[in-house]
């Protein structure tokens, strides 16, 4: 199946595209300048730049989107799911939470939260990935704990691919 992973090398986006890679997904990342290059390497199939390409117009349909950030919304994305096709929110809009889920009641077109709860297990998962090097971890930029101001600037700001990272100094 195909997927979408918007900001794909973002905080999030960089673990699940390796991640969904690896396990053989045909991956679309959505990405912006400075991203193209690492989605690349990794080898997405398919590698957009949201800043030349309007990915909402296209046309092309996916089995799965994720939605990484808080840029695009179940109601503006559905056209791009397949008929039986889901659209995760990591993010989820509180506008549209309760649409989305009692849409599912009637439509083949799903909408589902990402959850963000640390299972040992899974984070074994990709702590074996990263070690066997199949999954790099990109660090974007390194702060001291002092600079905690600039390091969330910078995180909230989105322009770095990869983690913002604390170091002792």
Known sequence: ???????STGGI??????????????VTAVVGDKGMA?????GVAR??????????????TYDVVIELSDQWRFASTKHLLKPAGTF???LPNPVEFVPGLLGNLVSSRKFAMVGMR????????????VVSGRVEVVVGKTFALAE????????VARTTPGKVVFVAR
């Open 47 to 60: 590698v957009v730049n949201y800043r030349q390409t309007k990915v909402l117009e296209e046309g092309r």
């Open 148 to 155: 905690y101001r600039e390091a969330y600037a910078e995180s």
């Open 88 to 90: 995760f929110a990591s």
């Open 118 to 129: 640390a299972k040992t297990e899974a984070l074994l998962e990709v702590a074996n990935e």
């Open 1 to 7: 199946f195909r997927r979408v992973l918007f900001r």
């Open 13 to 26: 986006g960089l673990f699940a595209t390796q991640l969904a890679v690896a396990r053989g997904a045909v």
């Open 38 to 42: 690492l989605a690349q390497k990794w």
